[in-house]
């Protein structure tokens, strides 16, 4: 039996935590594990690990997800990404607060045009008043010809750009959606 097969699956679990596994990597074994992490060890434990990629940017660093019963645990570095190698800057670390933290809006804000207050406004209301907008937009802002009379079928009513935090199948849809209204200015932060 290989010393690997031989290790409780607790330990294989502490191991991937990146501090550990570079401890260990560096020859030093347990007596470089602080009690902070070998509390992290335990308390990621028996959960539900999935492989995921960092959505802040175009780094793509690789992401180890732990859930129990559906609700987010903790994310760390994976260390078999070959870009981050177990590794996350600080917001990548910090990137559960995406889904859990106190100030997380879950209604939708508005403040009319010279407003000094924001209001609640439901989700369908809001989705018709951008709607409307989007139209309105367009239709100003259209162009069947450039200067040189050449056919372009654009508007320059509107561009897109998109957050950090969508994820490549959203970007994906983005695209579509704008490009099919006619933008041509459609970008997302994540690649600046
Ligand atoms: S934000 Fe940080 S952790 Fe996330 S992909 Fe970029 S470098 Fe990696």
Redesign the pocket.
Known sequence: MTPEASRPASFERLRRLPIVGRALDWGMGGSAVSRRTREAGARIAGLKVTESV?P??A???GQLVYTRDGELVEIEGNPRSPI?QGT??P??AASRQLVQQPGRLTKVRYRRPGGAEWEELELEQAMDMIAQRVIEARENGWQDRDRRGWRVDRTLGFAHLGGATLDNEENYLIKKLFTALGAIQIENQARI
Do not use: E, M, R
């Open positions: 960092c802040y940017c780094v793509g660093c981050n996350l800057c917001k990548g």
